[in-house]
């Protein structure tokens, strides 16, 4: 069992940065690691997936915008947010699983949740 905790939300003006973090209790070597948002009145939908090889893939609502990364030795996976959008405005989650499957509709573990809000 692994537990999950985001940071780094916050505020930011359209077009702002933020990265978020999420601290794992235990090694992350053999879990692929995903990020998903949920806005309010909207279904929860992916938005980047790391595997437990490294490799990585973005939603395409995402893609060019958003980079997920992984420090194994820090057990943290982070999320690079540039040219943010008020549409990103979300509960942000973290999830790990041991899968190899891209983007599953499930994951083990979760975490809380950290908000982002993109206003001016």
């Known amino acids: 069992q692994v537990q999950l905790v985001e940071s780094g939300g916050g505020l930011v003006p359209p077009g702002g940065s933020l990265t978020l973090s999420c601290a794992a209790s235990?090694?992350?070597?053999?879990?692929?690691m995903g990020w998903y948002r949920q806005a309010p009145g909207k279904q929860r939908e992916v938005v980047a997936q790391?595997?437990?090889?490294?490799?990585?893939k973005c939603a395409d609502s995402v893609k060019g915008r958003f980079t997920i990364s992984r420090d194994t030795a820090k057990n943290t996976v982070y999320l690079q947010m540039n040219s943010l959008k008020p549409e990103d405005t979300a509960l942000y989650y973290c999830?790990?699983?041991?899968?190899?499957?891209?983007?599953?509709?499930?994951?083990?573990?979760w975490g809380q949740g950290t908000q982002v809000t993109v206003s001016s």
């Open positions: 999830a790990a699983d041991v899968t190899s499957r891209w983007f599953p509709a499930e994951y083990a573990y």
């Open positions: 790391i595997s437990s090889g490294g490799r990585t």
């Open positions: 235990g090694s992350i070597n053999r879990y692929a």
